[in-house]
């Protein structure tokens, strides 16, 4: 080892002798900065990461090494010294490593530089530290094959440039090997191949975070490879051309034949390793989830996950499908073989296209392909199939990547969160498979069934409903391998299992009057007890068989997991008039959060009017309630009171078309007063705060005299921007959001007195330079204010700005009367059979009081985040920023059914860190600071050799000779 550490001091020496390695790093240094904060805009993406400064690194790296590397041998034989070096008694392979690690060294040194720049974003941002970590192993490997080419060029010639440019021209054909610009041209198997040569491809695989086995070997074998080269190429110089060493030199040219085979050969052996690797980022994001490979081994029928993608793809689609053979693989390893996964291209296989089009509706997508100079449309397949039983659907492109600009005009497609899509897709068809057997077969607890009833008092019309309950009930029990009790129990009778007291006690379960005016009342109800626990049943409309069929299968695979939820959304009648509105339409519309939730839950528009819920409805969402009537609010607060979860985007304003532009108007008839009951408060206050999205405005400005209108984003304190650190990190609603933004919100405050028995949390809060407005003018004055356009009222502070609650809430409607109880219409007073008309029976609707400790309700203090007009403004100005919108509601919806499993997956996909906004000033500080810091840690660094190299004595070739010699003795 010491001969190599000899070596490599000697050259270290040689570098900081001179102003070459200064020089070199310091150059490499002020590219990369530049890049870094110009090129690449790192302020003006607002994203928390060191991304910029990886992005480059490949062709940086080229250049710094070729010129740390193109003296290294080329030195030696141009001043004659390498004969010296190579009479030296030390092994010509450790002359070659000692200058390798010196080159090393010095590219370490480079990259540790750099470091200054993961701090600031560290501090600026919440950075993950995953992809930093593997951008450096990445850099490090490539910079160590990089500097092995270099080394071997280096001892093929005695001139420093030609070496200089040889290396360039080797070391940029690696990188372009395996870029998009070549292997989306060939495409197909070949593309492939050719950017598992590629050293960039390899290298933005490991820079996100995840170190795969197969690229550690292909960076050390490329690197092994050059280095047995250059150790051979010394040899080489020593060889004469007569027939004595003929022999020799052919087992020498056979050995290096052979150690290059046998590397290839060990990176084919490696292709199909999917399972060696390391994520390490924060949030596992590219390693399947517990939940997904619990999920893929409960399965009880084979999977079926087929990717439809054509050899001849769109190039910017090229580099994604690599990723989806890898995750399809990792599919079928997790499952323990369950699942079947397989990639066909239908454009050269007719069989698989016919199928793809006449099962599963899959026809080509015509894209767009640009090229220099003529564009042309293919008709290409990216599809993914998922069937499981006879349930299936089909992801397309469109459903599983993000599409984000760039500033040259490009655009940049990544997969959106590969992993959640297809473990959702996965979830859907796989519950969407369940039958009833199934439900009893996931049971554990027995399920007593009890029919309420009260046959003596029950109107004459209601006669024959316990009996077709009971047929129904029966009819479960018989496939329920008696798990399934059914009892009809009537609360008159002393010696039945509950009387009215117990029912009202136990299950807040009050009797129906017979009608509006008797005394009489009557039990007609459906109660069904789990653990201990009971649910009440109601059938939608009416008590027909199906109804009650449907009410009964419902609440089961309600009480068990593994079935496809249902999610009921309320949205106001203005938009229920437009079901296909886009947000073109007008000013209401909410199909994107509908979009949304589509893609794991089966999704229903309910109506309220008839006062109750459709019992089928797993969790309700209810958009900008207003213009509701007592029935709606009714049937909210029963479906809360049996313990249903409820979530209500609760503003008090919406917005309206105005001459300028939009304004707000307020809310009438809608939750306040039902949701201050069970303790929270929506203020008629709006919340603006100086941390807030931009919002597009038009701007009057003089250039040259003449007066030019254009769209700037500005300041827009309405627009309130919540980051992590206003977000209760405990809640898995909002844990893993990088930000969210809440428009023309109001302040959403518990009641402590109300909340104190329940499990109560604050979820996002403004912050502390936020303040209230009551006046509803929302139009910015930059004149009067021209920093956010409006005046600050009162003392700032934070405010709460959406809520969960959870536990038992006492009805709205507790001591009042019904909204579905009928009058009787009133009969002219000469009509005798007026006088002897019955009152029209109530049907059973028994008013529930209380709720049990399962219901579930967030409060959000704003209407208009979920609103398409206001989606779609802000993807103009922050890209894919407002999915965190979408994606805050879907998390509720997770937490109010408790599907935590796709909760905890998606997060792992959120892959944002929103960067602090900072002012002009501030972003130039930041700047300067990362350059000075930088160039004085280098200078720094040489000073220092310096000193040290002139405390020792000098070093030159007999000495080294000597130690080498010294240590091989």
């Known amino acids: 080892m010491k001969p190599i550490l000899a070596i490599m001091r000697k050259e270290l020496k040689g570098y900081f002798g001179s102003p070459m390695a200064l020089i070199f790093i310091g150059t490499f240094l002020a590219a990369s900065l530049f890049t870094f904060f110009w090129v690449d805009a790192f302020f003006a993406r607002g994203i928390a990461d060191v991304r910029p400064l990886f992005l480059r690194m490949p062709i940086l790296l080229i250049f710094l090494v070729a010129a740390l590397t193109m003296r290294q041998w080329s030195e030696e034989q141009r001043s004659g010294t390498l004969e010296m070096l190579l009479t030296l008694p030390v092994q010509h392979a450790r002359l070659v490593i000692g200058k390798f690690l010196s080159v090393i060294i010095l590219a370490a040194i480079a990259l540790a530089l750099t470091l200054p720049l993961v701090i600031t974003v560290a501090i600026l941002g919440n950075l993950d530290f995953g992809p930093v970590i593997g951008g450096y192993i990445a850099a490090l490997l490539l910079a160590s094959s990089y500097a092995a080419i270099g080394l071997f060029v280096s001892s093929r010639t005695d001139n420093q440039i030609v070496a200089l440019i040889v290396t360039l021209i080797i070391g940029g054909l690696f990188y372009l090997v395996g870029s998009a610009a070549l292997t989306d041209f060939v495409g197909g198997q070949v593309g492939d191949i050719l950017r598992a040569i590629g050293t960039g491809s390899r290298f933005e695989s490991i820079e996100r975070g995840v170190i795969d086995i197969r690229d550690l070997i292909y960076y050390a074998t490329l690197t092994a490879l050059f280095l047995v080269l250059n150790t051979l190429s010394l040899d080489r110089k020593r060889w ?214 009260t046959p003596n008092s029950l109107p004459q019309s209601l006669k024959d409903t316990p009996a077709i309950i009971e047929k129904v009930a029966n009819d479960i029990k018989a496939h329920s391998s008696g798990k399934f009790t059914v009892q009809v129990v009537n609360p008159d009778d002393p010696n039945s299992a509950f009387t009215r007291s117990t ?143 409820v979530i209500v985007a609760a503003g008090n304003y919406t917005i309206a078309p105005s001459q300028t532009g939009i304004s707000l108007q307020p809310v009438q008839n809608g939750l306040d007063d039902m949701l201050a009951s069970y ?49 209760d990190t405990a809640s898995p609603i909002v844990s893993r959001l990088p930000a969210v933004t809440l428009n023309w919100v109001s302040p959403v405050e518990l009641d402590a007195v109300r909340n104190a028995s329940r499990k109560s949390e604050v979820l996002l809060h403004s912050s502390a330079q936020s303040w209230l407005r009551t006046n509803i003018d929302i139009q910015p004055n930059y004149q009067a204010y021209p920093n956010i356009g409006f005046a600050v009222e009162g003392q700032p502070q934070s405010y709460p700005l959406a809520v969960a609650v959870q536990g038992v809430f006492d009805s709205y409607f507790k001591g009042k009367p019904s909204p579905l109880e009928v009058k009787p219409t009133a009969a002219p007073a000469a009509s005798p059979a007026s006088a002897t008309a019955t009152p029209e029976p109530i049907l059973p609707s028994s008013a529930i009081n209380q709720s049990p400790d399962t219901a579930r309700l967030v409060v959000i203090g704003s209407t208009e985040f979920l609103n398409d007009l206001i989606l779609q403004l802000s993807s103009q100005l922050s890209q894919d920023r407002y999915l965190n919108s979408l994606q805050l509601v879907q998390n509720a919806v997770d937490w109010s059914v408790e599907d935590l499993d796709l909760l905890s997956i998606r997060a792992r996909g959120t892959t944002t860190h929103v960067l602090q906004p900072l002012t002009g000033n501030q972003r130039t500080f930041w700047e300067v600071l990362n350059y000075v810091v930088a160039l004085s840690a280098l200078i720094g660094i040489a000073v220092v050799w310096r000193l040290r190299q002139r405390a020792e004595l000098p070093m030159n070739l007999s000495s080294v000779g000597a130690e080498a010699s010294s240590a091989e003795a």
Do not use: C
């Open 240 to 453: 004469s051309t007569g027939d004595r060493t003929l022999t020799y030199r052919r087992n020498m040219n056979l050995t290096g034949g052979l150690v290059a085979l046998n590397l290839v050969a060990l990176n084919i052996w490696v292709a199909p390793l999917t399972g060696l690797r390391a994520d390490l980022t924060e949030q596992h994001q590219f390693s399947l989830s517990p939940a997904t490979i619990n999920l893929l081994t409960s399965l009880q029928e084979p999977l079926l996950i087929r990717a439809y993608i054509s050899q001849n793809t769109h190039p910017l689609l090229a580099p994604l499908v690599p990723q989806v053979r890898d995750m399809l693989s990792e599919y079928q390893i997790a499952s323990g073989g369950k699942v079947t996964a397989e990639v066909v291209d239908p454009s050269q296989d007719t069989a698989a296209a016919a199928e793809a089009s006449q099962t599963y509706g899959i026809q080509p997508t015509p894209l767009q392909v640009a090229g220099r100079y003529e564009t042309s449309v293919i008709n290409t397949y990216f599809d993914i199939l998922v069937r499981y039983g006879d349930q299936n659907t089909v992801l397309n492109f469109r459903d599983l990547i993000q599409v984000t600009p760039q500033r040259d005009g490009s655009a940049d497609v990544q997969f959106r969160n590969l992993e959640y899509d297809l473990t959702s897709a996965v979830k859907k068809v796989a519950y969407g498979f369940q039958s009833i057997d199934s439900v009893f077969a996931s049971i554990k607890d027995p399920i007593q069934f009890y029919i309420i009833d």
């Open 503 to 645: 029912l009202q006690q136990q299950f807040s379960l009050q009797p129906t009057p017979v009608s509006l005016f008797s005394d009489q009342t009557y039990y007609l109800n459906m109660l069904m007890v789990i653990g201990g626990k009971g649910q009440l049943i109601y059938p939608s409309g009416d008590f027909s068989e199906a109804s009650v069929r449907t009410a009964i299968e419902s609440a089961l695979k309600r009480t068990t997991s593994g079935f496809l939820k249902v999610v009921g959304v309320w949205t106001p009648p203005q938009v229920a008039q437009n079901p296909y509105s886009q947000g073109g339409g007008g000013t209401e519309s909410f199909q994107s959060i509908m979009d949304q939730l589509k893609q794991n839950y089966s999704v229903q528009t309910v109506d309220l009017s008839t006062g109750q819920v459709p019992p089928n409805i797993d969790s309700l969402l209810v958009i900008g309630p207003s213009d509701m009537t007592d029935k709606e609010r009714y049937a909210i607060d029963q479906y809360l009171m049996s313990g249903g979860s």
């Open 679 to 727: 303790g929270i408060t929506v203020s008629n206050a709006l919340v603006l705060d100086t941390q807030n999205e931009p919002f597009p405005s038009q701007v009057s400005r003089d250039v040259n005299g003449a007066t030019v209108r254009e769209i700037q984003a500005l300041n827009y304190p309405f627009f309130v921007d919540v980051r992590p650190d206003a977000m």
